[in-house]
């Protein structure tokens, strides 16, 4: 990724997680006026879904560090605004229309509600402020209404299938100690993020269809939503044990909070022999989980480069520049990072995020 910081110095303001309105309501009376000017600094509103969620506050915490970092490197000055939107829209929308009016030079949002794209876009739009939607897609019509729209995400369907990969993988290194009921099919049960996000329906398909793809014949004993959380992951894998017991063969997971919550479930029962479990993001907990051998793998969704991103568009954007010299920009909206599959063999590799 080509990367272009120009101007920096940092101050933060983060807004404490379950402080709610009056905090928020604090915070942005702090904001200086609008028509401040290019002297006052860049001022970035940072809307997030929760802060509660794992990937999500390490995004933001890696923000906080990058701006930090660029504040050594240029004289000017650049204040995060962070609002937790405590998944709910209404408290989302409030939040940005507060940046808005405060004079937030850009935004960026991760959305409550994919379907909200359109009316955060138009408020943006109105006032002239770039907006970068950041995790959770909107649809594509959504992300076209205006030319100072961005997406910077990972593809779901990459992350997807590097999961199934691993299964794939393990299945064939060694079928005898994976496949327990020797019957030849890889019995599965699938712990899902949030119904409708992205990454949950994308990482569901492509991980399955790795292995049938590949040839592989699968059964599905069961596919419960867990909505990212580690405690209703733990919940579900709980029945699927009391019911399936060592049925289970392998554990997908859409994100790595969930696969924990699996782990949990699992240690609770004390049981010799565990499934094969997978899940996504690459976080402290799960690589650590790697490394004791709980977690069998998990694919790096990179929350570093994510926030690297965002801050190298709002930069470029903010200092008029071209944002495509800035990023590696596709369809002059989005801004694509890799996945990697993790592993032990190659864990000592992803030590940070
Ligand atoms: C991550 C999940 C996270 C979700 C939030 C996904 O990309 O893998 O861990 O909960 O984003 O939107």
Known sequence: ???????????????????????????LALLPGCGGGKDDGLRIGVALYTQDDT????????LEGIVREAEGETGRQITLFIADGRSSQATQMDQVDRFLSRGCDVLCVNLVDRTAAAVIADKAEAEGVPLIFFNRQPVEE?????DRIYYVGASAQESGALQGELVLDAWQADRETLDRSGDGVLQYVMLEGEPGHQDSLLRTEYSVKALTDAGV????????????NRAQAAARTAQWLEEFGDGIEVIFSNNDDMALGAIDALAETERSRWPLIV??????????AVAAGQLYGTVHNDSRGQAQAMMDLALALWNGEDPAQAVDLEEGHYVWLPYRAVTLANLEEFQEG
């Open 1 to 27: 990724m080509r990367r272009r910081i120009k101007s920096c110095c940092s101050r933060l303001c983060r807004l404490p997680a379950g402080k709610g309105a009056a905090a928020l309501a604090l915070a």
């Open 55 to 62: 990937f999500i506050s390490t995004v933001a915490q890696n």
């Open 142 to 146: 959504d992300i076209r209404r205006w």
């Open 217 to 228: 014949e699968v059964e599905k004993l069961g596919n419960e939503t867990a909505n990212w």
């Open 279 to 288: 899940g996504v993001d690459a976080t402290a907990p799960a690589r650590e």
